[in-house]
């Protein structure tokens, strides 16, 4: 449970310190095996599949983030399922370098110990006294009744498999007698042939008797046949209720299930192509016996798996639905989640979504949220719920909502009037994803387009809203009218971005060209340096390409003002870094936060910032030697504009990327706070891996008040979205036109 104290020797902690053990074993850290995980599921996406009508367990089905896997090492995340110890143990033993062998020890530990967990886990608390309750009755009740049919299934399959053996055993003992009798006919053909004169009434009888019993052989057959197709349905069948049943909560591990049937360990009877007719009707006899009782025996375990009330689907359905209403949240995580796979479409699996979109467990209530969506678009009970989340959820579900309505509803006039509503909700991050929604589902449409034009005069949201604006509705009047305004902002960002997105249109606009041209000669360099791309991309050309200036402000204030490539300046590698260094990048803050995802280039940035201050390759005091500088990183050094208001020297400036655990945040504010009184320029990449959105935010707000307090300017990489980012920190987002929403 959260909150609660985990001890040292609780088999949680064990199999938490046993899997961190094997990842320092293969070298590889939380973030490294989250990412072999990622290609794992990129490889399964991609590989056709290979087990039609079978239930496997994907790998994106499993958890594995980096913040999953910190808290697993800690003994605080819910078990994961043993599949999930298969292939994290294959990756750490693949890094490793481990014999088959100790990969196979590994794996027996690994499973011994997540058994023991889930067995802790289970059992009541010394301290806290198992008390009978309607909700543990109604579990023990639920759980007891499929462990019995599980168990139950388990020794029909078994009775199948060695049916089925004798089946086709006697299949091809059948096949044999056949045989056998052919070759007698042949013998008595050809001795009526060679010896006419001998070949009398014995002879004609052994004859006779030898077609009927072929007769009576092939009849057999084709009833042995026969039963060996239903008993192969019939084993089908039971597989996939073993399946089916081991997916429930609380149900004891079964082994894995072979993929084919075995053969019996006795032969049922022996034919030699010697045989007498005597013989061969002998093991006739047999053959008919033994195909009578099989064959009573298929009908009756036909009726037990059709037809027994223990195996109803209703009652499991029913008894599923029941665990979703009980106090473990495993429990109810894992029966929803099989729910959603076997009955998608029953109106007891959509009011369970419904019911759950509420759950006090944030994974349920984002499983539920998502599943609903895609499982019921186009119910109005489902579209009401939904609605309730977009408004009232958590960032993380509301998020999802809004998607879900942007794509599930597009079109839809409730969705949209919520959207429209959420446009003036108190948070800065709901209004956000409710334009990035309007923009997705509804371009176009005017009510939609009238809030997105007055959330973009809001101080905080303009950016979301004018891309939502640009992507709906992109040569819309109202839309230029409002850059036009936006472009005398006393904000430089804003103005940038109006100069910007007025080069994306409008070129035979005079009010959007008069604008343009105002900006020509704003203050501020990355203001201009728009103004002057969107004017060439006008067609005007005459406009002269403004340098950085000689002499600029020497007045207190942050050292490095701006950044900008030559719009010649082209890569074969797509980097969003290059898209906003042509554009221009503003760094006149104390503090800049450089946003993005990974591969956007914020190394690259950081990187070639160090290289041109001269410090990456040196070892001056507070450096970190660069071993390799790439080509490309080479022509950004010799290519970017920097417009520095005082260039402070190498030893007076420091890169590092100090990749700090969730455990050293006190180290982390130390060392911004050395930093900022030994240095009057520092660059940090990779600071935050493991950090949440209330650490970042006073680590944002510590690292400014440090900064102004000492003259410093920080430039800090992150990953995280910029609505983690308190105000008052200049954000650069790498990037930033991708929509946060799926579209």
């Known amino acids: 449970m959260p909150g609660t104290s985990t001890p040292d020797h609780s088999p949680s902690v064990v199999l938490g310190r046993f899997l961190q053990v094997q990842a320092k074993e293969a070298g590889l850290s939380a973030r490294e095996i989250t990412q072999r995980f990622k290609e794992r599921v990129e490889e399964e996406l991609n590989r056709p599949s290979q ?24 003994g605080t995340a819910s078990l994961p399922p043993k599949e999930f110890i298969r292939i994290y143990l294959e990756i750490t033993s693949a890094a490793a370098g481990l014999s088959p062998e100790r990969h196979k020890q590994a794996v027996t530990k690994g499973e011994t110990l997540l058994l023991e967990a889930h067995r802790s886990r289970r059992s009541p608390s010394p301290s806290n006294p198992f008390k009978p309750t309607q909700e543990s009755a109604e579990h023990a009740v639920a759980t007891l009744q ?42 008595l053909d050809a001795s009526s042939i060679r010896d006419p004169h001998r070949y009398g009434s014995i002879e004609e009888h052994q004859r006779e008797e030898a077609f009927s019993q072929k007769r009576s052989a092939e009849l057999q057959l084709s009833l042995a046949s026969e039963r060996r197709t239903l008993l192969e349905s019939l084993w089908d069948q039971a597989h996939a209720n073993i399946h089916r049943l081991s997916s429930h909560p609380d149900v004891a591990d079964i082994p894995l299930l072979p993929d084919a049937p075995v053969m019996p360990q006795q032969p049922l009877l022996a034919v030699h192509t010697e045989s007498t007719l005597t013989d061969i009707a002998t093991a006739l006899d047999k053959v008919q016996e033994v195909n009578g009782l099989e064959g009573r025996q298929a009908r009756e375990w036909q009726q037990e798996l059709t037809s027994n009330g223990q195996l109803n689907e209703d009652a499991e359905l029913r008894t599923l639905v029941a665990c979703t209403r009980l106090a473990d949240s495993d429990t109810r995580r894992t ?89 003036q909700a108190d948070s800065k991050f709901t209004r956000e994803i409710a334009a990035q929604g309007l923009g997705i589902g509804w371009p176009g449409d005017g009510a939609a387009r009238g809030a997105l034009l007055r959330l973009a005069m809001d101080e905080h949201s303009w950016l979301t809203a004018l891309e939502s604006l640009h992507d709906g509705w992109p040569d819309d009047v109202g839309l230029r009218a409002a850059l036009v305004i936006l472009s005398r902002s006393s904000n430089a960002a804003v103005r940038s971005t109006s100069a910007d997105m007025l080069g994306r249109g409008w070129s035979k606009d005079p009010e959007a060209t008069a604008a343009l041209l105002s900006l020509i000669s704003d203050p501020t360099p990355t203001v201009r340096w728009f103004a002057e791309r969107a004017l060439v991309s006008h067609g005007i050309t005459d406009v002269p390409a403004q340098p950085i200036p000689d002499a600029v402000d020497r007045s207190s204030g942050p050292a490095l003002i701006a950044a900008r490539l030559p719009r010649e300046f082209a890569s074969r590698r797509p980097l969003k870094v290059i898209d906003e260094l042509h554009r221009g990048i503003h760094f006149d803050s104390p503090i800049t936060a450089v946003i993005g995802d990974n591969s956007t280039g914020k190394t690259m940035l950081l990187e070639t910032l160090a290289e041109s201050l001269g410090i990456s390759n040196s070892s001056r005091r507070g450096s970190e030697r660069l071993t390799y500088t790439t080509p490309l990183k080479l022509r950004l050094v010799d290519q970017i504009e920097l417009l520095w208001r005082d260039k402070p020297e190498p030893q007076q400036c420091k890169y590092t990327r100090p990749g700090f655990r969730l455990t050293d945040k006190e180290e982390i504010y130390a060392n911004l706070a050395a930093w900022a009184r030994d240095f009057r320029m520092v660059l940090v990449d990779e600071f935050d891996a493991s950090m949440s959105a209330a650490e970042i935010d006073r680590l944002f707000k510590r690292a400014r008040g440090i900064a102004i307090h000492n003259g410093c300017q920080f430039i800090l990489a992150t990953t995280h979205g910029s609505h983690m980012i308190p105000e008052g920190v200049n954000v650069v987002h790498l990037g930033r036109h991708r929509r946060r929403l799926p579209s």
Request: proline letters at 2%; a negative charge.
């Open 335 to 423: 029966a929803l989640r099989a729910l959603v796979r076997s009955w998608p479409d029953e109106q007891e699996t959509r009011d369970a979504l419904i019911r759950m979109t509420k759950d006090e467990n944030n994974d349920i209530q984002d499983f539920a949220t998502g599943s609903l969506i895609e499982l019921w678009p186009e119910d109005s009970n489902s579209l009401n719920a939904v609605v309730e989340v977009a408004i009232d959820g958590r960032p993380v579900v509301q998020l999802i909502a809004i998607s879900g309505l942007a794509n599930k509803w597009r079109g839809n006039v409730v969705a949209r009037d919520t959207l429209v509503d959420l446009t």
């Open 51 to 74: 087990s039609q009508g079978r239930t496997v367990t994907s790998t994106n089905e499993l958890r594995f983030s980096k913040s999953h896997l910190d808290r697993l090492f800690k």
């Open 146 to 187: 499929v462990r019995l049919e599980l168990e139950r299934t388990l020794h029909i399959e078994s009775r199948l498999r060695w049916a089925l053996g004798d089946a086709q055993f006697l299949v091809t003992t059948l096949m044999q007698i056949i045989g056998a009798l052919r070759n007698i006919i042949q013998d």
